[in-house]
T-cell receptor, first 113, second 115 residues
């Protein structure tokens, strides 16, 4: 079945450090891939998405590229800020099941000044 | 524009009781999905409603049910509560399954504690 495997956390980085959070998936067909973020005390919100192979999603300095050959969608940011501290979730949706998302377990990121 | 509103935000129940959670989607959104979030299992899909019809259902027992009203508001119900039902229940809305680009708008959740 469909699944998402996400890098275990928590991750603690200093401000301006480089961030990578690994995400790999298992799915039939060609799913859409997403990164959602949950800031403290807030609901999940979409950070970025990619709907086909080699697409790059980007937002707020974060990027992720849909790699079909490695079934991966790693999240990266060149220089993190304290305000990026949050829990990050990788997710996929199947064709025809756009609102049925399969989520990874989440990675908690803490950025220290 | 107002976001997704979930009520109540917090509630405590005892085993064997039942609970009803409510979700008001963003105005104009007609699709509502429910997710359960626990530390052990993470985020798991419960069900999705569109135009008052359940379109998809996750792998949860029949004690978990839901419905959607003509104004797109949705409720979910859990009967005969078990300790393992303690979780954050998240509601998400989107325009419609056909127009959905995969972006779900989540509420802040209803945190249920079962004693």
């Amino acid at each position: 079945g469909d699944s998402v495997t996400q890098m275990e956390g928590p991750v603690t980085l200093s401000e301006e450090a480089f961030l990578t959070i690994n995400c790999t998936y298992t799915a039939t067909g060609y799913p859409s891939l997403f990164w959602y973020v949950q800031y403290p005390g807030e609901g999940l919100q979409l950070l970025l998405k990619a709907t086909k192979a080699d697409d790059k999603g980007s937002n707020k300095g974060f990027e992720a590229t849909y790699r079909k050959e490695t079934t991966s969608f790693h999240l990266e940011k060149g220089s993190v800020q304290v305000s990026d501290s949050a829990v990050y979730f990788c997710a996929l949706s199947r064709i025809g099941g756009a609102n049925n998302l399969f989520f990874g377990t989440g990675t908690r990121l803490t950025v220290i000044p | 524009k107002a976001g997704v509103t979930q009520t109540p935000r917090y509630l405590i129940k005892t085993r064997g009781q039942q609970v009803t959670l409510s979700c008001s989607p963003i105005s104009g959104h007609r699709s509502v999905s429910w997710y359960q979030q626990t530390p052990g299992q993470g985020l798991q899909f419960l069900f999705e409603y569109f135009s008052e019809t359940q379109r998809n259902k996750g792998n949860f027992p029949g004690r978990f049910s839901g419905r959607q009203f003509s104004n797109s508001r949705s409720e979910m119900n859990v009967s005969t509560l078990e300790l393992g039902d303690s979780a954050l229940y998240l509601c998400a809305s989107s325009l419609s399954p056909d127009r959905n680009t995969g972006e779900l708008f989540f509420g802040e959740g209803s945190r249920l504690t079962v004693l």
